[in-house]
């Protein structure tokens, strides 16, 4: 570990060790004194070009700094990511370099935080039919539009704004531009501040925007505005593994203190076989987050167009987002009712972890595009059998053969939609599983990567099962009629 992450963990172990957690759980919004205590030791200089005083941009950096606030706190990590891959990274491959000179500098010595405004209280998972539009004036671009769950809303100093231009007859254009937005050029107001149930440091609300900004402030495409958000995006989702490292981790090492701590039935909790299996599927998560962040190191380089990257992104933010959950969800389990409040890591990681699940591409309509990316490269080469695909792609060909049997068979083309997203969990972990493996062969500990591989195996086997055996069940409207139990009581 660099000296720059190992300071930094330090710093915040001692912040976090004399912050007032118990009266602090449930407040909301940004502490902006703890906060600046924080950029005080240059967390996102990470993300920031050398040439403007940063460190550089080296990924497996950006990664460790991630894991390091994680560790302590997986709302401050989602602060840092937000301001890294969501407003800096982007910034630095798409801005004008006059723009970066005057705003990095504001990173690095003035403490100030960025985020990102895609969705719309209308369009949410459909963000490309967002109605906020850019008209191009001669003063410049007139952004106007309703933008919410903005992460950092009312405290951000900078946001990309995201918005469709105008045709010559006023319709909004497909394309998306990003905008670069600062407090001097006003025009954003926040309407109503959310009582979000969880992540409680990050404020979240509804702005409206009326804003007018200079021509350089536009980001500038190396192809189209859809091309880069879906770069920015992938970079973004390439990058998960960062914030879940630290997080996994910690829950890891709280859940095995604990367990071997809390004796029941005269005996601890760690000696129980039951137990053992959470905890050994919460170690796998954190090995398996461990290939991923491998993998990511060099995969989420800022040079590279990630714009063709759905499948090893959207299969790392799925897997990783729901191993996330579930550790938290054993963690409370583990830990019993001491662990049901909102002070108390257990609890409130799986409040915080949740909208892991939600946010930059819901997991359920991910899972379906990674069966779409994987379908239609079956079909690009008239491959029928999953297997043999799997086993000629790059990244599944190391682990393919450690599931051949449960693959080894005709994939139909036209699936129902719930068949493609649960085909798609299964690809994603098969997808993750690879870069398990590619760990192991560069050394990482034997021990961890067999047994991740094991739980991993069974799981994508027990996925793979419900695929082949799932019905075409449809919820039945107006079930109240006929279906009160106690009418049955009567004959
Ligand atoms: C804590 C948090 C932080 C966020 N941070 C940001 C941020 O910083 N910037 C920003 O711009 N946005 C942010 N968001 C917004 C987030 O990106 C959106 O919530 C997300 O894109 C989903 O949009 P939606 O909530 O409108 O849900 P909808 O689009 O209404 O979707 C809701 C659900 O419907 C289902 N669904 C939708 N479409 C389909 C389909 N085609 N097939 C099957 N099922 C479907 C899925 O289960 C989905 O989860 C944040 C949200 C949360 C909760």
């Known amino acids: ?20 957690t118990s009266s602090h759980a449930a407040q909301h919004g940004l502490d902006r004194t703890f906060t600046n205590r924080v950029l005080e030791s240059q967390p996102l200089s990470v993300f920031i070009p050398e040439r403007f005083g940063g460190r ?5 950096e950006c990664l460790s700094m991630l894991e390091a606030c994680s560790y302590e706190s997986l709302p401050l990590s989602l602060v840092m990511g937000i301001n890294g891959a969501l407003f800096l990274q982007p910034l630095s491959k798409y ?11 504001r990173f690095l010595h003035e403490n100030a935080l960025g985020g990102l405004m895609i969705t719309e209280p209308g369009f949410g998972s459909d963000a490309l039919q967002m109605q906020t539009s850019a008209e191009k004036t001669a003063a410049g671009y007139h952004i106007r539009g309703t933008k919410h769950w903005g992460g950092l809303t009312g405290h951000a100093d900078y946001w990309l704004l995201t ?46 925007i009326d804003a007018l900004l200079p021509e350089e402030r536009k980001l500038e495409p190396a192809t189209t ?9 992938h970079r973004s989702r390439l990058q998960f593994p960062g914030m879940a490292m630290g997080y996994l981790r910690r829950l890891l090492d709280e859940a095995v203190a604990h367990c071997k701590d809390r004796t029941v039935g005269g005996r601890p909790l760690f000696s129980y076989d039951q137990v053992q299996q959470r905890l050994a599927r919460m170690q796998a998560a954190f090995t398996a987050c461990s290939g991923m962040c491998a993998f990511s190191s060099h995969a989420a380089a800022v040079d590279n167009d990630c714009s063709g990257d759905a499948l090893p992104a959207n299969a790392i933010k799925t897997v ?18 001491k662990g049901y409040r909102l002070d108390h890591i257990a609890g409130s990681s799986v409040i915080d972890s949740r909208p892991f699940q939600i946010f930059e591409g819901s997991n359920d309509i991910l899972y379906q595009q990674i069966s779409e990316a ?22 599944t060909s190391r682990v393919a053969d450690y599931l051949k049997t449960p693959l080894s068979f005709t994939l139909e083309t036209d699936l129902p939609q719930r068949k493609t997203v649960e085909l798609g969990k299964a690809l994603g972990r098969i997808v993750s599983m690879d870069m398990v493996l590619q760990l192991g062969d560069q ?7 067999d047994n991740c591989i094991a739980v991993m195996k069974s799981d994508v086997e027990a996925i793979l099962h419900r695929f082949a055996s799932m019905t075409d069940t449809q919820v039945v409207e107006d079930y109240r009629e006929g279906a009160v139990w106690q009418d049955t009581l009567q004959t």
Do not use: C
């Not at 990783?320 to 009712?337: F, H, P, Y």
């Open 225 to 233: 505005g859809v091309r880069m958000l879906l770069d920015l995006l």
């Open 320 to 337: 990783v987002t729901d191993m996330m959950q579930s550790a938290a969800q054993s963690l409370l389990q583990l830990v019993g009712a």
């Open 95 to 105: 801005g004008l370099e006059s723009v970066q000179a005057e705003v990095f500098p």
């Open 374 to 395: 994987v379908l239609k490269g079956m079909g690009r080469v008239r491959e029928t059998n999953l297997y043999r695909y799997l086993a000629d792609l790059k990244l």
């Open 56 to 60: 550089g941009q080296h990924v497996q």
């Open 443 to 449: 050394g990482f500990r034997k021990e961890l990567i």
């Open 163 to 208: 918005a469709r231009g105008m045709t010559p007859k006023g319709d909004l254009e497909r394309n998306i531009s990003f905008f670069a937005w600062d407090r001097s050029f006003g025009g954003i107001d926040v309407e109503e501040y959310y009582d979000s149930l969880g992540l409680h440091m990050i404020p979240y609300g509804l702005n409206r």
């Open 1 to 20: 570990m660099s000296e720059f992450i190992s300071r930094l963990s330090d710093r915040l172990r001692v912040l976090f060790e004399h912050r007032e």
